[in-house]
Structures are given as C-alpha cells and as structure tokens.
C-alpha cells in the first residue's frame, strides 16, 4: 500500500491528515466528519478561494441553509465570475460545519479568485467558472475522468454505479475511520503516475499553492492539520517539493480584484442535467442517502408514492411494498450490496408508473434532482442593489423559488401592480427571474401571468446591474436611458418605449422619447415605421391601469401612422414574394394599431412633450385643425383611402391587394358586391395562376378567418371553386404550394363543411345552404325561437331580474358594456 499507515488519525513519521474526497459526495462527508471525529485536528484546510475565509463563520448562523455557493466576481467586471457550490452533503461543508461546532480555525487553501479570474479573462466564462469551481467529480476539468477509469478498471460501464456500489454504499469504513481515504489515495497515486496532470496544466499551479499553504499551517499547529481535497490532488500534496519549486510555478500570475460572498444554489445547478458541467447527476438522491437516518429504499420510495400521489395517480401502500422488493430483487439478480438508484427507478416505472416514462420524467425531476432552494442570512456580503431587491422582495411577498411557477397579477391591486414593476424592471437590468407568459382567464389591460423560476446565476446578473445604480428603480432608469441613446432601430426604441410604460420609469421617458422621435424622423423605411407602430399604440393601452401619461406618445404615433399612410402605396410595388408577405404582415399590423389609436383620447399638449417627428426643435408645434391631417379621430377613413388604393393598384403583389380587400370587406366600408366583383376580376383567365393564388391567400388566408367567410358567401366559394377547377394543369403544380398553405390554416371543422359545400355543386349548394342539410350554422333566416332560448343565460349573467324582452335585454348588455371600467372589457 502506498498510502501512509495511520494511527490514531496521524501519518507515520509526521505530516498532515489528507482527506481526499468526492465533492458532493454523501458517501465522502460521512467519511471526512468520522475521520475528523477520530482525529480532532487543530485546524482545518479545505479546498476553496481563500479570500472566502472570513466567510466561513457565516455557515455557523441558524438562517443559512445549504445549498449554497460561494461567487467570487471580478470588482470591475461583475459578470466574471466563479462559484464553488456546497450542498448538505458535500465535505468542505460537512468540514466547515465540524470546524465551528468544534471551535476550530478553518481555512480554504486553493488558489485565490483574484488570480483564477484573471487568469481566464482572454478565455470563455465556462472556462472561468469550471476552474474556479473546484467542485467536480474529482475534478472534472481534467482532461481524464478518474471515476470513469476506475469504474472501467473494476469492470463498471457506469461510473456513478460503480461509485454507489464501492462508498455509498459501504460505510463510512467501521473501525477505522482512515481506511476509506488511505483506499482512495493509493488508486489515485496509480492514476497520477500514469496520467500526471490528466492533460490540464493549472492543476500543477492550484497544487503548488495549496502545499504552501499547507506548510504555512504546519509551521503554525505543527502535524496538527486536516486537509479536505479533492481526492485526485492527494498525492500531489503528499510529494514535498522545494519551496522555491512551488513559489516558482505561482511567480507572474495576473491578478483582478475580486469580491467573494455567499448565495444560494439549487440542486438542479449541482447537477449536469441543469448545465452545471461540472456536478453529479442526482444531487436529490445523494440528498436523501445522507440524510436518511435508516432504510434509505423503504424511505425514497415513499416519497416517490408521496409525489405521484399529489400528482392525483393511484398510489397505495401495497405498491411501495412491492417496489421495495422488486428493487432488493434486482440488487441481488446484479450482484450489488444495497439497491442504488438505478433499482429503485426500474422499480418505480414498474410497479407505479405501470411501465409508463411520462410519471417517472416528473419523479427524476423533481426528486432525483429536486428545486431545492439554499438560503444564505442577511449578514452576507452583497452589493447595494442586491439589498434593495431584496427589501423590496420581502415587501411585496415575493419569494424567490427554485421550482418555476406561474403569477397571476391584478394591477388593479397595488401590491400586484408593484410585483409587475419589478419585474418589468429587472428584466430591463438583464435579471430574467420572470418571463411574461400567456393568461388563462382575462385578456384586459389590468391582468398579467408570469412564470417564474430563480437561478442562482441571476445573482451574477444582479451584481452586473449594479453599475447601473444602487436600487431597482435608479438601475433600471439608468439603464433604459443608456439602450435607448445605444438602439441601432427604431423598432428597438419604441420596444424599449413599451417597457419603460410597463416598468413605470417616469423619468426614463422622456429620454426615450427624444430618442425615438428623433429615429421616427430620420427614418424612411416604411416596413421600419410599420414595425414600430404596433408597440406603440399597444403601449397608450397601459395608461389607465398604470396611471401613466401617454400623450407624449401618443403624437409620436400619430406622426408615424401619418408618414406610412403616405410611403405604404410605392413601398408595396414591386416586391417579390418574400417581401410581399412581410409586406402583408406589416398591413396587419397597421391595421390593429390605426384601431386603437384612433380609439384613443387625444392628450393635451404640455411644454414638457418632446417634438413630433418633423417639427422644429425649441417650438411649439401648432395644434392641428378639428378635421386636419393631424386629428386622430379619423385616421381611421385615412387609413381606408390607403387601402382602397392598394386594392386596386395593378403593380401592388396579390397578396396584398387581397388583404386590404378582406380588411375593407371587414371594416364595412366595401359591399359584399364590389368584394366579388374584385375577386371576379383577378379570378379571370387574363390572370397568371400565381398571382391570383397569391391574391387568394390574402383574401381568405393568413389566419384572418377566411374560412368562415367562404362558408356564409355562396359568390365568393363559388368563384375561388370555378378558379381553381380552371387552372391548367402546368400551372397546378406552381400554385399548389400557396393554395395548401391557405387552405391548411382552417379549423378541421371548417376544411370539412368546405369540402362538402364543394362536394354538393355550384346546382345543390345554394339549396342546401338554405335548408340547412345537415350543416350546422346555416338556415334561410334567423331562426328566432332558438335565440331567445337563451336571453334568461343572459339575465342571469347580467344579474338583470324579470322577463325582460329581447329587445329589453340588448339595452342592458350595451348599458353594461357603457359603464364598464376601462381596461376591463380589454
């Protein structure tokens, strides 16, 4: 054995206790805290950033709860970072935690951050945190995979089994509390000598600091000193080279200034499934075997029937019985001590999970990984911007939480409206803690959903934001002004307009505003203009709910509606099929945008508004005639006029002259009549098949609901019949592609009801319209007894008493509609 025998704790002929060790392995913090036990060293080495040593005393406090990490960041370059995370079960904590409990100094030993930051600084971010990590399995950022070559060694495919099998599994080493690290040095001497450094040279330098410090401990507490390493730098650290060896290898290394405290971790970023390159697979099964008193299997397979049983599956006690045999059979069938993981899966999908994978996907997240959140005290070290957030975290009662969930928000109430400025804001800042998700119940204005999920990596983020000002709101204004003044698009300014009005930064506005009046002007690029509109006029929306004055932006979107009713028409001639169909989206856009606005109150004008785009800097802009270019109220007939003239315009693509027919046809302001006299015209033999195609696919296509309106007009399903019955077969195949694209945005039902109007024939389809036929929806005429069925569904929704008549009951539902609050129809 080439190990040093040991007696009583202490190495033969001198020198310290060399603890080597997994991190994060439950199997190695049992063993160290017998070791240390049997011992009781004077003192306690661990492997980590020594500018974290006046930390160490804050693991002693009540509120800390692992896991948790210590984040070392360059001071002027917060996003240059490194963590080296701590679990309950990984050693350095077990060895920190017997170091206070037993009043003994404890000290980290590895090189410092102020040395591992800058010395990835010309290299990626991963680099940098998996160095300064010093928390892999055995060290992951070598080159050779120790676990993986012994495993190989003993006949094990799985590395993780093999592990199992030979540590967990084995005890802590009962009677001599020394054997499992004297084990577990001579294996890796064998694989130092055949590998060296494993193919990564800053081992060597991390290696010849860690022995300085170690000799600086001896000469203070003699062979009094425990070491808690990685197990693969043990033998480095039994060889005692020359001091001026080692003081050699560390001479010119560059230097940051580095920041150290602590944060919270989760065990999803222990492990590799979550991207923490450099982990353990199971952190939530590592977990339960280090905290489980007794009869670990009996207990992890009753909370796997715990969970599955909140997941509303049928679960009972016989099943756990059953799986628990199921796994110790399996144990025995692969010649294994105790079931590990791997049984106790196989058993699950087969006993609860009835073979199915969907149930046990949930159990390997949440159990096996697990969304446990650490908690670090108050006390801790943190940049001003983090307290703040903080404070204002705890004001509103929103606690960060590892397992993503959904936030429903009423900004109608205050303390949900403040949890939708804070958001709002820290993404502004870059700190993604929430991302706007779709809303199950209302669509108005006054409601929002969140889904949140904190990642210990946001921390990071937060100490970035911290050049940007010293509390949320400062930050956050700061940094809308700088995007703002930095924005290459106008497009990117008015977004960044919207999210100024959604995090409520008054003073921040103003500056975006000059900004993107300022673009609006020098921009002539009518898709541009077209981009930007929407965001706009959805932003006016937020001003009853928030209490934001939008009339600054309400010119400006004015201004811009007017220069692309102008620039639409020659902006559309010409363009080939890519551009015709953003062209056609940007139509869209304009539209739902020109109703809005127009539908919006007209601000009185203030000194304080920034100029509208083309008018003279340092002077008023006059106010615009009641019925003149610049009045909203009829921006809307403006916009008509413009869609007149591209319906008709024969160098306008087919696409769009579609739209803007189906968008006057929508509007009222085109007959029935002149819509088919229109696709009569471009449905005749004098067309090219493309582009009546095209013009076909902006008529009833694009997700407009042009199946519905083929179903109720027997002319225009008549005409695109006769069309299409007519194309030449040359030219089928060209125009096959649009028309599929058309047609296959439908609803099944509306494809089936078309296909069977189609099937009856230009002769039969007019009468089975008529007479219903088995098609639901279609009759001659109203059918007035069957919808006046439903007036009393109505009464009772409306909370009106009586018999109320039909026409009775129409006047309430508008009076009701009159009164509601704003916003809350949305």
């Known amino acids: 054995m080439t190990g040093p025998e040991r007696d009583g704790g202490r190495a033969a002929g001198g020198g310290p206790l060399l603890l080597g060790v997994r991190h994060h392995g439950p199997g190695s913090a049992r063993a160290v805290r017998a070791a240390l036990d049997a011992a009781r060293p004077g003192t306690v080495l661990i492997e980590g950033p020594p500018e974290a040593d006046a930390l160490i005393a804050l693991a002693g406090e009540e509120d800390m709860r692992p896991p948790v990490a210590l984040l070392a960041h360059a001071a002027d370059e917060p996003g240059r970072s490194a963590f080296w995370p701590l679990a309950e079960f990984s050693p350095e904590w077990v060895a920190i935690r017997w170091a206070l409990e037993h009043d003994v100094p404890a000290r980290f030993i590895d090189l410092p951050a102020t040395h591992s930051l800058a010395w990835g600084r010309d290299e990626t971010d991963r680099a940098v945190g998996e160095e300064g990590e010093g928390s892999t399995d055995m060290d992951a950022d070598v080159r050779v995979d120790p676990l993986a070559v012994l495993a190989g060694a003993a006949g094990y495919d799985d590395p993780e089994r093999w592990w199992e099998d030979v540590v967990e599994h084995r005890g802590s080493g009962e009677g001599d509390p020394f054997a499992p690290f004297r084990v577990l040095e001579e294996a890796m001497g064998a694989l130092r000598e055949t590998y060296g450094d494993g193919g990564h040279d800053r081992d060597l330098v991390r290696e010849a600091y860690m022995r300085l410090q170690v000799r600086s401990a001896q000469r203070e507490f003699g062979d009094e000193v425990a070491v808690v390493c990685g197990a693969w730098h043990v033998p480095a650290l039994r060889r005692r080279p020359a001091v001026t060896v080692d003081r050699a290898l560390l001479k010119g290394l560059p230097k940051v200034k580095a920041d150290m405290t602590w944060v919270p971790w989760t065990h999803r970023r222990l492990s590799r499934a979550g991207g923490y390159g450099a982990g353990i697979d199971s952190p939530g099964w590592y977990g339960h075997l280090f905290g489980a008193p007794d009869r670990p ?35 025995a069938m692969r010649g294994r001590p105790l079931p590990g993981l791997g049984e106790t899966t196989d058993a699950v999908r087969a006993v609860m999970c009835e073979g199915s994978d969907v149930p046990l996907a949930l159990v390997h997240d949440r159990l096996v990984v697990g969304d446990v959140l650490g908690e670090v005290p108050r006390s801790a070290p943190a940049v001003p911007l983090q307290r703040d957030l903080d404070r204002i975290q705890r004001r509103l009662r929103l606690k960060p939480e590892a397992l993503e969930r959904e936030l429903e928000l009423d900004l109608r109430k205050e303390t949900d409206a403040g949890r939708s400025r804070l958001l709002h804001r820290l ?310 592609p649009l028309l599929r694209r058309t047609f296959s945005a439908y609803e099944p039902g509306v494809r089936r009801t078309l296909g069977e109007l189609v099937r009856r024939g230009p002769g039969q389809r007019a009468s089975a319209v008529a007479a219903g036929s088995g098609l639901t929806g279609f009759a001659a005429e109203l059918e007035s007894e069957r919808a006046d069925a439903v007036l009393p569904v109505v009464r009772l929704l409306l909370g009106l008493g009586g018999t109320d008549g039909p026409e009775r009951v129409e006047e309430n539902v508008e009076e009701k509609v009159e009164n509601e609050p704003a916003g809350v129809t949305g």
């Open 427 to 736: 993404r502004l800042l870059g700190v993604a803690w929430g991302e706007p998700a779709a809303s199950r119940g209302s669509t108005g204005t006054f409601r929002e959903t969140w889904r949140l999920r904190w990642e210990p990596e946001l921390t990071v983020r937060v100490a970035e934001a911290g050049v940007w000002g010293t509390t949320v709101l400062a930050a956050a204004t700061a940094r809308a002004e700088a995007d703002a003044v930095a924005a290459q698009g106008l497009a990117e300014v008015t977004a960044l307009a919207e999210r100024c009005l959604l995090a409520e930064l008054p003073e921040a506005l103003p500056v975006v505003m000059r900004v993107l009046a300022d673009r609006a002007a020098l921009d002539a690029d009518v898709g541009h203009l077209a981009q930007a509109l929407p965001a706009l006029v959805r932003s006016l929306r937020y001003g009853d709910v928030r209490g934001t004055d939008t009339g600054a932006l309400a010119g400006v979107a004015a201004g811009l509606a007017e220069r692309i009713f102008v620039g639409l028409p020659p902006a559309c001639a010409a363009l080939d099929a890519d551009a015709a169909e953003e062209m056609r989206r940007h139509v869209d856009a304009v539209q739902g945008a020109v109703a809005l606005l127009a539908e919006a109150p007209e601000p009185a004008g203030r000194p304080s508004d920034p100029p509208a785009p083309g008018s003279v800097p340092g002077r008023p802009a006059a106010a615009p005639p009641a019925d003149g270019p610049g009045n909203r109220r009829d921006l809307r007939a403006r916009w008509q006029t413009v869609l007149h003239v591209l319906s008709v315009r024969d160098t306008v693509p087919g696409v769009i002259r579609g739209r803007a027919v189906r968008l006057l046809l929508d509007d009222g302001e085109l007959a029935q009549d002149e819509a088919a006299r229109l696709m009569g015209l471009v449905l005749s033999p004098g067309t090219s098949p493309g582009d009546a195609a095209a013009w076909i696919e902006g008529f009833v296509g694009g997700g407009s609901g042009g199946g519905m309106l083929l179903l109720h007009d027997e002319r225009l399903l008549g005409l695109v019949d006769a069309w299409l019955t007519g194309v030449p077969a040359e030219a089928f195949t060209d125009v096959l």
């Open 297 to 331: 299997v009996e207990r992890w397979l009753t909370k796997v029937a715990g969970l599955l049983r909140e997941e509303d599956r049928i679960v009972s006690s016989a099943h756990v019985i059953e799986a628990v045999r199921l796994a110790e059979t399996l144990a």
